[in-house]
């Protein structure tokens, strides 16, 4: 079994759950900001979303406020705040650190993922890890890639197959 099904994850709701919910699913997961220069990423996610959800992709916000404070509302601000502004339909998680004394055990294992310019530690917001429909981490994307990017739509594609 993957690494990742069994880590804890609470959602902006306040359920409690495990990764393993996304299991058999293509997920990006994202750690997201709603005052941060990348937060308009959050229309390209869901719009993402919207396009390849019927084929088993998912994404899931990952709020966080480490960097810049840039996330310092309560978890149901944030919820309001991207329903509000975007639309946003995808899950979210409760606020968590990326990096850290208090990583979040998420984090802990997608950071394990080593690619190009982006080796360990979560650098910024909106930093995107793809997990294939297997669990296992396939593709790491800088904040600066936004969602309807070719880079990602391919690799979403390769994986939904």
């Known amino acids: 079994m993957t690494p990742l099904y069994p880590i804890p994850l609470t959602l902006n709701d306040g359920t409690a759950t495990d990764f393993g919910r996304f299991e058999g699913k293509v997920v990006l997961v994202v750690n997201v900001a709603s005052n941060c220069g990348f937060t308009p990423q959050y229309a390209g996610l869901e719009a993402l979303y919207e396009k390849f959800r019927d084929r ?29 502004n975007f639309g946003v339909t995808f899950a979210l998680t409760v606020k968590a650190d990326v990096r850290g004394r208090n990583q979040h055990p998420l984090y802990g294992e997608l950071t394990k993922f080593k690619t190009g310019l982006l080796p360990g530690l979560v650098k910024w917001n909106f930093e995107k890890f793809l997990v294939s429909r297997h669990g296992e981490v396939v593709g790491r994307f800088a904040p600066t890639v936004e969602p309807d990017s070719a880079e990602i739509i391919d690799a979403i594609e390769k994986e939904l197959g």
């Open 56 to 84: 088993g992709f998912e994404v899931l916000g990952v709020p966080c406020n480490q960097f810049a404070g840039q996330e310092p509302g309560s978890d149901s601000d944030i919820a309001e705040f991207c329903e509000r």
